[in-house]
Structures are given as C-alpha cells and as structure tokens.
C-alpha cells in the first residue's frame, strides 16, 4: 500500500459503490438481527425456561394465589413454548420488559432512569482512554524497545490485568479516604441532591445548563475516581493496540520513502503513519466503548454509582429476575449497536473497504 | 556433560530418525526462541509458581484457612501472619494459598468444558463447509456478540449462585472465539495434500477430524487458551466478588476481596491482598500467552 491510497480519489463510480454498499449493509442488518433473536433466545431461556418456575422467579414467593395465577397467564405459560417466545419478542418490540419486583415500576422506566449515569461514566472512561491511551501506543512504537516502550508496554499488561473492582477499592483508599483528593462514593454529596432538574440525566451536562456550577465541581469530582479506574481499562487496550498499529504502518515502505525525501520526523509520524492508524482505532474505540458499558457493573458496584451496572447486581440480590434479564437485554442491544455503528463508520472513512 | 551435548545434538539433528525425535526436536527449537523473551519467562515462572504452590499448600500452610479464630481477628501483618488475619481470625496468607487451587480449578474446569466445544464446532464448520459451516458460524458470532460478563451474571443468577454454576456461566460466555479460530486452522488445513491422501486411503471424515485436523489447530487453541485465562480468572473473581460465584467461607480470591470490602479504610490488608493476588496470576496468564503467540504464531505477535 502506498500513500495515496489513504486518500486518493476512487475509481469505481459513485452509483456502483452505491448498490455495492447497500448489499453490505443490508447483510450487516441481516446478521444484527440474527444476534438480536440470539440474545434474547438466551435471555427467554435463561428467565423462562430455566427456573423450575418462572412465576415465582418474577412474582417471589410471597405473592397471594390470585397474583400468581394473573402472571402464569400473562406469560402465556398454558401456551406452546414458541408461542411463547414469539409473545415475549413482541413484548420487546413494544419496548415491555415486564415490571420490577424492587422498584413495582416497568423495568424500560427503570433502566431509562438509571442508564444516563452509566453513560456518562463510559463516555468519559473512554475518552480518557482515547487522550491517554493513542499518545502512549504512539510514543511506544516510535521508541520500539526502548524504555519508554518497556513502560507503556508493562502500563499495559498491568491494566489488563488487574481486577477492576479491586483497583476501585484501593483507589478509593487511598485518593478518597487517606489524601481527601476527592468526592466518594455515589453521583453527588447528600446536600447537592435534586437540586438540579434532570434534562438529559448527565450530571454534568444538566448542571452546566442550569449555571449551577458548584453542583457541576461536585459531580465532576464524584466522576473522575471511577472514570479513571473504568478508563484504564480503555487505556490498557488502546494503547496497545495503537502500539501495535503504528509499528505496522512504520515498517512500510512509504514510511521510508518519506524519510528519504527529507520530511521531519514529526510530520512522517503524525501526518504519514497515524493518519492511517486512525482509520483502524475507529473501530478498537467502539468496542472499547461498547466493553466499557458492560465493564461498569463492577466499577458502579464499587462506587454506589446508580447506573445500570448497578441496577442489575441489585436487583440480582433480589431475585428481581425482570429486572436483571431487562438490563441484560438493554446493554446487549448497546453492545451490538456499537460495534455495527463502528463497522459502518469504518467502512464509511477506509478507502480500501469502500 | 557428554550426556547433556548428545541430548543436544539428539535435538538439534538436521534429520531427526524418528518420529519421537522429530516431535522432541520441535519442542526443543519452539521452547529456545520462547527461553529469549525473557517477559514471557516471568509469565512462566508466575505459573508455574502457581501451580506449585497449589501443589504443595497442605506443606506451606499452618492451617486450613478455614478454621476461626475470632481472638486473633484482624491482626496487622506481621512475623506470626504474614499476610494479616480477616474479620474471622483466620490467616490470610493460608487463605490465598488454598485459594490459588479454587483458580487452578475455575480456569481448568472451564478449559477442559471449553476447548472440546470449540474445537468441535470450528474444526467441523470449517473442514466440512457448506450449511454446516453458516449455521455453525452464525451461532458462533451470535456468542461472539454477547457482553459476556453480563451474560455470565444472568446465567448465574438463573441457575443460582455457587462455584460450579459461575464455572458454567463462564463456559458459555468463552467457547465462541475457539471456533472462530479452530475453524480458520481447519480451512487452511483442508484442501492440504495429506488430508487428501488420507481420504484416498479410506480414512473416515470423523478419522480426519479428529487425527489430523484437530491436532493442528492444538497450537493456536492453547495460545488463545492461555490469553484467556487471565480473563477467565478476573470474570470469576469478579462473579466472586460480586457474590455469586464461590460461597463463603470457600477461600476463593474475589469472594474475600467482598467480604473485606466492609475493612477496606482501617484494616486495609484484608481486601487488598486477595487483590494483589488475583493482579499477579492474571498478569502472569497474560505474559505467557503473550510470549507463546511470540513462538507459534510470530506475525501476529506485536
């Protein structure tokens, strides 16, 4: 591959590529619906197949006779088992994902409810991730075996792993409760508590809208423990594979040809090598994205963080079965989502794909 | 000496004689590029530590890590605790050396469940083709697809808490990148000419399969098998810790950083070690695999 690759003009015409891209994409459409039914084929086994009795796994042992009759039919449980799970897919479709034993609200309001919170704690991770990580990977592949390779390398492996939830506690320890650097556990200190009303539910979107912007401190030092610990996950992953990358990109010969004709180190790195780099992190960042979502539930258990994470390991706790299966979905669907989204925005910015 | 330079020179022979010395031979050349990278020596010797410890923990051990003794609860550590004592008086560094057994049985139950599924279904998508293979794949990346620490917890909680389940859980998040990869080997394998010869030679499909396709997907399954692992460890750990993995008062690593979460300010050894213990056996998972991908499959290696 040569340089002008990268961004040179195509040659096939516009309305080939056109139909070209349309049979992809619909396959990609064809195979996300097909890890749609998948999942909830699981989620249906695991909340209605599985239990001895699914009624009582939603309705809990203490509920009067009538209760439990009224849900046994709800479910369709006197019908054929794909009927029924051609109900529940319906059910989905409209969005019900049955009510919550805890909260005795439907579970979509829950999660609508508990969602933004984690949301704001990946994107943020993420981003950390990204402005931490890329520089790192760069740097390490431009120093290839020296020191500050060894580092990030080591930075890397140790980030990968250490369990997360664990890394949380000790840097709670010691940056909250022995140096007082910051917020503890939760979104924001007890007095601060719905003062600011909840637009888009991200803290720190809704105070600086409001002009509040010492809700906007106290959020932001609440966020920061658990985004950094959250985000070094990202980071661990995106370094490496920036590292790994660059290395590849550095090695061609183009590379060399830009050395030859005399242009500065920097440009050959920055302009040359990473420019193409960065049409491949597109998609390492989406699934760094969409793991972040799923990875929060043991950073939210730590942190009391009410995010969703946190949503399913309580209701787990209490045999909330709806609820959990709710969550599993909802975050599944983010899961797929992402990673499609990243595919096409791949597809979309690499010439050599189009 | 003379011993050791024959043994050497038996290795190391441009013609091996037999078969035997040909496989030994092989060993030998993979295990010397392996003994220069000394990153994945350290990962080795992490393992290996492991196991030996794991081995030999009735040897190490003043107790079983069980027994309590609430007189001693919480006791700093020290000469007589090396790792501290918990909220129940029991030794913690017992604790985590019967502990390393519970993750060398977390990690191999789900291998030994794991690798058969996955060399099954990849190694009989990709040698027979057609349907079998797009029905097979499509299940495959449907697993692939899946957040599979969330998907873990459902099942988990579906099937009850406990080590056994968590074990399950963990299997049926994990299968689904060994048939992607059994099945890349076993279509590169296939249209080779010695399974051809095989099949003209009379060799049923299943005889095939199973010897001489399956053992040349071993390599690249134990490469992945070994970088998994240090998932596979943290997800259980994390199932543990969240309390639905091993049950108390089972020593297992992510159930005691739970219980000691409550001590985490003033008697910080309790949740800290258990921790400390999890980030070495994970690292060291990591930096073998990553050293034994150096050996068998260098391109990808980075």
Known sequence: ?354 | MSAELTLRGWLLAEIPKSKLQARCQRVFISWLSFRRNPIAMVGLLIVASLVGIAAMAPWITASDGLELHLANRLHAPGSEHWFGTDELGRDIFDRIIWGSRITLYIVGLVSIIVVPIGLLVGVVAGYLGGWVDTVLMRLTDIFLAFPRLILAMALVAALGPGLENAVLAIAVTTWSPFARIARAEALTIRNSEFILAARVQGVSTTGILIRHVTPLCMSSVIVRLTLDMAGIILTAAGLGFLGLGAQPPTPEWGAMISLGRQYLIDQWWVPTVPGIAILVVSLGFNLLGDGLRDVFDPKSGT
């Open chain 1, 1 to 354: 591959m040569d340089d002008s690759t990268a961004s040179g003009p195509q040659s096939i015409g516009p309305g080939q590529a056109l139909s070209r891209n349309l049979v992809k994409v619909l396959g990609i459409v064809a195979s996300i619906s097909l890890t749609f039914i998948g999942l909830t084929a699981v989620t249906f086994v695991i909340g209605r197949v599985m239990p001895a009795d699914p009624v009582l796994a939603i309705v809990g042992d203490r509920a009067s006779n009538e209760v439990y009759q009224q849900v046994f039919l709800q479910l369709g449980l006197d019908k054929p088992i794909y009927i029924q799970y051609l109900r529940y897919l319906s059910q989905l479709a409209e969005g019900d994902l049955g009510t919550s034993i805890m909260t005795a609200q439907p579970v979509a309001e829950d999660i609508l409810r508990f969602f933004p919170a984690t949301l704001e704690l990946a994107t943020i991770a993420t981003l950390l991730g990204i402005f931490v990580g890329v520089p790192m990977g760069v740097l390490a592949a431009v120093q290839q075996g020296r020191w500050p390779d060894h580092i990030v390398r080591v930075v890397g492996l140790v980030g990968y792993s250490a369990p997360i939830f664990w890394l949380g506690m000790v840097a709670l320890l010691i940056f909250y409760a022995k140096l007082d650097w910051v917020a503890g556990p939760g979104r924001l200190d007890v007095i601060y508590d719905g003062i600011v009303e909840p637009a888009t539910g991200i803290l720190l979107i809704d105070a600086a809208m409001a002009g509040e912007w010492e809700i906007f401190d106290n959020a932001l030092s609440h966020l920061i423990l658990p985004a950094s610990i959250l985000g070094t996950f990202a980071l661990a992953y995106i370094s490496r594979m920036t590292r790994s990358f660059m290395l590849d990109q550095l090695s061609q010969e183009y590379i060399l040809t830009a050395r030859v004709k005399g242009i500065p180190e920097w440009k050959v790195i920055w302009n040359h090598a990473f420019r193409n780099v960065l049409v491949q992190l597109i998609t390492i960042i989406g699934l760094t994205y969409a793991s972040l979502l799923e990875g929060s539930v043991l950073t939210e258990t730590v942190f009391s963080w009410p995010g969703i994470g946190l949503y399913i390991t309580s209701s787990l706790f209490n045999n909330d079965m709806n609820a959990v299966l709710g969550g599993t979905i909802v975050v599944g669907v983010c899961f797929v989502g992402i990673n499609l989204l990243s595919d096409l925005l791949y597809r979309m910015v690499d010439p050599r794909v189009r």
